[in-house]
């Protein structure tokens, strides 16, 4: 008799495939891939967790023998076996969107609040998951999970803004500030939703966080708002311009006083330079007044007398 080998056969839009045929005779061969578990059921107890590899089932369906047996119960197999083919690769198809209508107490507006993004998600626990989540279908998709998890997530992050709204920490003109914290606590309170059902969040992000609709007030108080924050920002500008003016005018008046400083002593240096430049020694007096007689300029007798007056200055 052949040996039966029992495998996945659905595709990758399916996290949870059930093998159809429930009479798998001793020997029979399971394969499961790198990428998933086997949950092996025994008239409807699970009896064994199958890891990636080839196994072998061991089952009170012995050919020949359950055949004596399955015609004294009406010729049905007196042992059903269920085999669970479960995905554990961490997904990323699970796009989400929201809408919440959320009170603000500031301005005592009730407006819908439009919020997408996604989530990562793995199967932690097969178990856990089949027999809580999937229960008797035969298959679960990704967009069936998806249904299964949009209240979680509305409700988590309703939860959230309703508490930072409490708090007076967020409101409606301000929401899309918190993309990064929100996310961050929402997935915390989300992983201990999702762990009981054995399932693991890795990363959950808002990508997006606004006011939706045309609400007449909301859209009144957000123009005052503007135009508050365009004034404010105006005023600021003009402080700082004034503030800058100021300071290029003390500026300029310290460099024209270093420039006028500079000036001075550039000034006393000179006088100081050229007044020492004047003074000529004894000796240069004479040699000049040598040479002037030299030069036939002035006379014996000139010369003489001149000499004499130096020399009378010592």
């Known amino acids: 008799m052949a040996i039966r080998t029992v495998e996945s056969k659905s595709s990758s839009d399916y996290l949870i495939w059930k093998y159809p045929n429930r009479e798998i005779e001793v020997g029979s061969q399971v394969i499961v891939n790198e990428s998933e578990e086997a949950l092996l059921f025994e008239n409807g107890q699970l009896i064994e967790i199958l890891d990636a590899g080839r196994h072998v089932i061991e089952s009170g369906n012995i050919p020949g ?69 999937v229960g008797k279908k035969k298959q679960m998709s990704k967009d069936e999970l998806k249904d299964f998890l949009m209240p979680s997530i509305e409700r988590s992050l309703k939860e959230y ?44 992000f808002i990508q997006g966080i606004e006011v939706i609709g045309d609400n007449p007030e909301y859209k009144k108080i957000k123009e005052s708002l503007a135009d508050a924050a365009s004034l404010r920002i105006r005023a600021k500008a003009a402080s700082d311009t004034k503030g800058f003016y100021q300071e290029e005018k003390t500026l300029n008046a310290l460099n024209k ?30 040699s000049d007044l040598k040479e002037l007689l030299d030069s036939d300029l002035i006379s014996k007798e000139e010369y003489n007398k001149k000499r004499l007056k130096l020399l009378d200055e010592i």
């Open 65 to 133: 023998m359950d055949g004596i047996i399955r015609r004294s119960i009406g010729n049905n197999s007196p042992i059903k076996i269920d085999i669970w083919f479960v995905s554990k690769v961490v997904s990323t198809d699970y796009k989400w969107g929201v809408q919440l209508q959320v009170k603000d107490n500031t301005h005592q507006l009730i407006v819908p609040v439009g919020s997408y993004g996604s989530i990562l998600l793995r199967i932690e626990d097969p178990a856990s998951f089949v027999l809580q989540v």
């Open 161 to 204: 803004i309703a508490e930072k709204i409490k708090e007076g920490t967020l409101d409606v003109f301000n929401i899309e500030t918190i993309l990064g914290e929100a996310s961050n606590d929402t997935k915390d309170s989300l992983e201990v939703l999702f762990e009981r059902f054995g399932l693991k969040v890795i990363e959950f």
């Open 257 to 286: 006083a270093a420039e006028k400083d500079f000036s001075m002593a550039n000034d006393l240096l000179n006088k100081r330079s050229t007044s020492k430049g004047n003074k000529k020694t004894l000796k240069e007096k004479l």
